[in-house]
């Protein structure tokens, strides 16, 4: 049995290969791999050794030879395959153990130039692996330095199934699509009239050609409705903290609907500074309940009391780890999905009697608030949304509002407690569905009017409510996603108790609007921003 080991990343290559010398499995080998296993005291015969021909172009031609190829695409079944090796003196090659030149981790350097880029492109490490995985049911191809001790153990017991290089083919295919597809993303965002020659090459956030990747977690019971059909995927390289990342710890599967409002609910909890204990209630997508509160158990009970009805089954989640007190209250409810960065051994024995409720942890551990990246901050950097037979893509509404962003425009300036209250109420109007109006105060939302097509019932249902909770609006902080149209609006939230609001601004009317709030008495802020969310 002959195997060609040819690796730029060196994790595990050597046990792997001192165990296939155990087993008697002539090494082939090519340049650093070569020499880390010769010095390891391995018998190791060069590629060019096998060859009969040297490397050439600076290492660029090394494996690209009738002699590598042959020897991994020549079917073992085929009389006239075998023939051929034996007159052109071709020996097979039954393993092969690859992993690529690091191009991807190559251009995600600062300052990578177009030259390293096109350098740490590989051409014969995928022509290989391509061959193998050609050829699965002679040979076995590796990508991944996971693989190694599964097949290790599988030719001590005897050879490698059928079903293993299968699976082997298969991943390896997967990478050379990953791979090649991170090249095409790369070359295709550079813009060669602004400057795409030069050393560091200016480059588009959207490049000519979109090479979407992403892997199947599972398949789901059905999507959106029972006759549609679905699976969850992740991105090929999630960021840190985010839904894909979570150990589901107990409960039913996830449906369609509990991932997407789970995403909903989660991406809200996550904005909130993490040294302040946070709880969202999601419903349908929409925030119905938010707060923060001096522990779990606090948040949890004023973002409750928003909106009672609404939580009726809801996704709720938290942005620090659940105690036992704060399980007995939220096991008093019919909840989906229950989400949080860890649980205390108390908590997760109050939800074994509740063995429906799906318990998920999500580690916040990796995620670096303020960090340059979004993936860092664990965000995501695109949006992508389906329409017919196309993709609608923007960057994603990563802003982060700051008190010196905010412009007062009325008369009233606010107090430092308004500021707090319009800053909580900004946050929760971003996850909130267009047209989006919220009533706060105190840290918890009051009232949350969501996706209509009026912001003036928007306004009226936020209003509405607050009322149907008992929850007092005098004195609290309105937020709108975008801009007041008209006064209407405004009023009506004012009628209501609201003392300030926060808006975008940018509207024609705004000299109309800001008359309003100043004829009325209440305090006014611009962001200069707005947080459409359809």
Known sequence: MNALISVSDKTGILDFAQGLHALGVRLLSTGGTAKLLQDAGLPVTEVADHTGFPEVLDGRVKTLHPTIHGGLLARRDVPGHMAALQAHGIATIDLLVVNLYPFEATVARPGCTLEDAIENIDIGGPAMVRSAAKNWRDVAVLTDAAQYAGVLA???????????????????????SNYDAAIS???????????????????????????????????????????????????????????VTAEQLQGKELSYNNIADADAAWECVKSFDAATPACVIVKHANPCGVAVGASALQAYG???????????????????????????????????????????????????????????????????PGAATPWERGQNFMDVKRVGSGL????????????????VVTKVQPTAQQIDDLLFAWKVAKFVKSNAIVFCKDGMTMGVGAGQMSRLDSARIASIKAQHAGLPLAGSAVAS??????????????????????????SMRDPEVIAAADERGVAMVFTGVRHFRH
């Open 154 to 176: 599988e030719l001590r017991a005897g050879g490698i199934g059928l079903k293993t290089k299968f699976a082997l083919s298969v991943a390896a295919f997967n990478r050379i």
């Open 481 to 506: 996603d975008a801009f007041f149209p008209f006064r209407d609006g405004l009023d009506v939230v004012i009628d209501h108790g609201a003392t300030c609001v926060i808006q975008p601004g940018g």
């Open 185 to 243: 993303d790369y070359l295709s965002a550079i813009d060669f009239e602004a400057g795409g020659t030069s050393a560091v090459p200016d480059r588009s956030l959207f490049s000519s050609q979109s090479n979407g990747r992403f892997v199947k977690l599972q398949d789901l019971r059905y999507g959106e409705n029972p006759h549609q059909q679905a699976a969850f995927y992740r991105d090929l390289y999630p960021a840190p903290g985010s839904l």
């Open 302 to 368: 004023k973002a409750f009391q928003t909106d009672p009805t609404s939580a009726f089954g809801g996704i709720i989640a938290f942005n620090t780890p659940v105690d036992g007190a704060t399980a007995e209250q939220v096991a008093r409810q019919f909840v989906e999905v229950l989400m949080a960065p860890g649980f205390t051994p108390e908590a997760l024995a109050v939800f074994k009697a509740k063995a429906n409720v799906r318990v998920l942890r999500i580690p916040l551990d990796g995620v670096k």
């Open 392 to 407: 609608l893509m923007q960057t994603a509404d990563n802003h982060e509002l700051a008190r010196a962003d905010l412009r």
